[in-house]
C-alpha cells in the first residue's frame, strides 16, 4: 500500500478521473488523427496514399517498446520519474509531429508519442497497485475503463472539429495542451507512491527472463500469440478505417459517427464481457468469439467478393458491428488466459505479454493495411486468415488440459 499520509493524496473520483487521462492518451493519439490524414499526406508529400497508415502504425511500435522499460524504471525510481520520462517523450513526440516538414520527421515523432503513451499507461496501472488492492482495486481499474471507453468514441469527433476551424497541426496543439495540463495536475496532486525501501534496482534482465519463461509456458505464449493475432486485425482497421468509410463510400464529415458506432460495440462487449465470464469462463467466450468471428467474416468476404468489394454501407457495418463485439469478448479474456500461469511475475509478466502481442499485431496489422486496393476486401480476408490463425494457436496450446481457467 502507499506510504502517504491520507490527506495529501488525491479522493477516489479525483484519482479515478485523473488515471483514466493518463490511459487515454494513447488512444486519443490515433483516433483524433484518423480525419486528418489525408491532409497531412498531402501536405507532407506522401506518393502512396496507403503510406500515411503509417501514421496510425508507427505509434504502436513506440507502445510496444515503451511497455518493457517503464515496468523496472518505476520499479527503481519511483513512479513520478517514470511519469514525467513518459509525458516528456509524448510532448516532445508532440513537437516533432507539430512542426514537421517532411514524412519521416512525423513518423520519428509518432514513435516517440506512442513511447510516452506507453508509460502513462503501464505506470498508471502500478499506481493503483501501489494504493489499492483487492475488490477495491479492480473497482478502480473498471471506473477508470468506463472514462477510457469515451476516449475512442469522442476522439474522431474532436479531430473532425479542430479540422473545421484550424490546420491539421492544431491537433498536435490540442495534444501538447493536454498532456502539459494533465502533467502539471499530476504533479501537483498525485504524491509517490512507491516507498524508497521499497524500489529495486534498475534491471531489464527481469524482463528477459520473463521473456524466456512466457516462451517456454505454452498456455502463456499461446494466448500471447493469439491476442497479438486479434490485435492485428483492430490495427488494420484503425489504419485503414478513414480511407474505408471518407474515400470509399464517402462518408465525408460523418466518419466519426461511423468510427463511434464500432467503438461503442467493444465497449458493450467489455460490459457483457464481465458478466459472461463468471458463468461460462474465458476459454469458452474466446472459443466462441473467435468461431463466430471467423464464419462472418468468411460470409461476408464471399458477399464482398460478389460485389467486386464494394458491399453497402449498412451491411459492411452490421458485419462490422458484430466483427467488434467479437473483438471485444476476446481483448480482456486472451491477455488474462496469457497471464494465468504468471502470478509470480505479475507485473513485468504483464508488460512483456503485451509488448510481445503488439510487436506481433503491428507487422502483421501493417501488411493488411497496405494491401488496401479502394475495396473491403484485403481486410475482411485479412479478418478471415487471423481469426482461423487464432483459432489454431488456441486448440495447440491445450489450455483446457493443464486446468487454466476451468469454469466454476
Known sequence: MAHEKPGDKPGYGEFVTLLAMMMSMVALSIDAMLPALPEIGRDLGVQRENDTQLIISFVFIGYAFGQLIYGPLSDSYGRKPAIYLAFGLFIIGCLFSLFSTDFSTMLVGRILQGLGAAGNRTVSIALVRDRFEGRVMARVMSSSMSIFILVPVIAPALGQALLFVAHWRAIFVAFLVLSISILIWFTIRQPE??????????????????????CKTRVSFGYTMAAGLVSAGFLAYLATSQQLFQDQYGVGTSFPFYFATLALAIGAASFANSRLVMRYGMQVLSRI????????????????FSMAGHPPLWGLMVYFVLLFFCIGLLFGNLNTLAMEPL????????????????????PIGTLIGQSYNGTVLPLVGGFCLLGLATLVVMYWTGAKSTGVDEAG
Open 289 to 304: 468469439a473467435l468461431i463466430v468471428l471467423s464464419i462472418l467474416s468468411i460470409l461476408f468476404f464471399v458477399i464482398s
Open 193 to 214: 507512491t512507491l516507498a524508497r525501501e521499497k524500489r529495486q534496482s534498475f534491471s531489464l534482465r527481469r524482463n528477459l527472463l520473463a521473456v524466456k519463461e512466457i
Open 343 to 362: 502470478g509470480h511475475i505479475a507485473g513485468v509478466g504483464a508488460s512483456v505479454v503485451g509488448a510481445l502481442a503488439t510487436l506481433l499485431s503491428v
